[in-house]
């Protein structure tokens, strides 16, 4: 064989008439593979389609109504839904999710025509927490000076407090999966212009919705200062019960410093009714001394019964 002439490597060519080029093709189909998973991972993340069902139980007051109004504004992932008529059958309500296609679960149950409480569930296998809701004030009553547009994504935001129990990161978790409007919500419009923060302080859960201003009201025409600015609605959530199931099953957490408002009221009844009845035991006293001091008193002689007798 000349000097001049290049070796050249054979090539085992296949009845189909493909050339084999051995570790080089199985490489390529492997990045192949893996670029294809992480493609499929991205897009279920992109894919994620959250949807809320809201709905109260009958004997709701109108404050009440006016804060499932204002849930219903900020939220474009929400869906309505009629009131339900029983309190005792709560599995009724995965049946509602699942006609609505919904996979988390608002409902507000009131008592008494006074007391409200939220059941935060995430349908139909769970887990769900059972949450007293006090301070309730809404948008009209507050009359904030903050405004956002209407069907716009909201930034849920956390304090530092939800990074310490078991039961506060389990929370936080359904919270996210519930006040977090996806992308792909049809009724989304693209604009990112307020925060739905999550405040945990004394073991109560503090909601406020504030507005993005990115001008100084003051300077308008000065440099972009970015500030908040509250539009409402605020409540705060005392949680009492979180259980494994949707709306029942073994119970995960149970907080041990919740006083029903039944409870405390008739405590409270209790405590005045204690003072009416010391108060009447001290007037009766006074009247039965009195009584005794005329008694042994003997009868003036210009008593008016003598004089005129």
Same mark, same amino acid.
């Given at each position: 064989?000349?000097?001049?002439?290049?070796?050249?490597?054979?090539?085992?060519?296949?009845?189909?008439?493909?050339?084999?080029?051995?570790?080089?093709?199985?490489?390529?189909?492997?990045?192949?593979?893996?670029?294809?998973?992480?493609?499929?991972?991205?897009?279920?993340?992109?894919?994620?389609?959250?949807?809320?069902?809201?709905?109260?139980?009958?004997?709701?007051?109108?404050?009440?109504?006016?804060?499932?109004?204002?849930?219903?504004?900020?939220?474009?992932?929400?869906?309505?839904?009629?009131?339900?008529?029983?309190?005792?059958?709560?599995?009724?309500?995965?049946?509602?999710?699942?006609?609505?296609?919904?996979?988390?679960?608002?409902?507000?149950?009131?008592?008494?025509?006074?007391?409200?409480?939220?059941?935060?569930?995430?349908?139909?296998?769970?887990?769900?927490?059972?949450?007293?809701?006090?301070?309730?004030?809404?948008?009209?009553?507050?009359?904030?000076?903050?405004?956002?547009?209407?069907?716009?994504?909201?930034?849920?935001?956390?304090?530092?407090?939800?990074?310490?129990?078991?039961?506060?990161?389990?929370?936080?978790?359904?919270?996210?999966?519930?006040?977090?409007?996806?992308?792909?919500?049809?009724?989304?419009?693209? /604009?990112?212009?307020?925060?739905?923060?999550?405040?945990?302080?004394?073991?109560?859960?503090? /909601?406020?919705?504030?507005?993005?201003?990115?001008?100084?009201?003051?300077?308008?025409?000065?440099?972009?200062?970015?500030?908040?600015?509250?539009?409402?609605?605020?409540?705060?959530?005392?949680?009492?019960?979180? /259980?494994?199931?949707?709306?029942?099953?073994?119970?995960?957490?149970?907080?041990?410093? /919740?006083?029903?408002?039944?409870?405390?009221?008739?405590?409270?009844?209790?405590?005045?009714?204690?003072?009416?009845?010391?108060?009447?035991?001290?007037?009766?006293?006074?009247?039965?001394?009195?009584?005794?001091?005329?008694?042994?008193?003997?009868?003036?002689?210009?008593?008016?019964?003598?004089?005129?007798?």
């Amino acid at each position: 064989m000349d000097d001049d002439e290049e070796e050249v490597e054979e090539v085992p060519v296949k009845k189909n008439g493909k050339a084999d080029k051995g570790k080089g093709k199985d490489l390529s189909k492997k990045k192949t593979v893996v670029l294809g998973e992480v493609d499929k991972v991205e897009k279920a993340q992109q894919r994620r389609k959250d949807k809320v069902l809201m709905l109260s139980s009958r004997g709701i007051t109108g404050r009440m109504r006016h804060l499932m109004l204002d849930l219903e504004a900020i939220l474009p992932h929400l869906k309505k839904d009629a009131k339900l008529d029983s309190k005792s059958s709560l599995h009724l309500v995965n049946e509602l999710a699942d006609l609505h296609s919904c996979n988390n679960t608002l409902y507000f149950e009131a008592r008494r025509h006074e007391d409200l409480y939220l059941w935060l569930t995430r349908s139909p296998n769970g887990p769900s927490v059972k949450c007293h809701v006090q301070n309730i004030h809404t948008m009209d009553e507050l009359k904030m000076t903050g405004n956002c547009l209407k069907g716009s994504r909201g930034l849920v935001c956390f304090d530092g407090g939800w990074d310490g129990d078991e039961q506060w990161k389990l929370l936080r978790e359904m919270l996210t999966h519930t006040f977090s409007v996806p992308k792909s919500s049809r009724k989304l419009k693209p /604009f990112i212009d307020h925060i739905l923060s999550f405040s945990l302080l004394d073991n109560k859960i503090w /909601f406020r919705n504030f507005q993005i201003v990115e001008k100084d009201p003051l300077q308008p025409s000065g440099p972009p200062v970015t500030s908040l600015v509250e539009i409402g609605p605020r409540f705060v959530l005392t949680p009492i019960r979180i /259980f494994e199931g949707s709306f029942g099953g073994p119970t995960i957490f149970a907080n041990p410093e /919740f006083i029903s408002p039944a409870s405390a009221r008739a405590s409270f009844k209790r405590i005045q009714g204690q003072k009416y009845k010391q108060r009447k035991n001290v007037q009766s006293e006074r009247d039965d001394r009195r009584t005794r001091q005329r008694d042994e008193l003997e009868e003036d002689e210009l008593a008016v019964g003598r004089v005129f007798a």
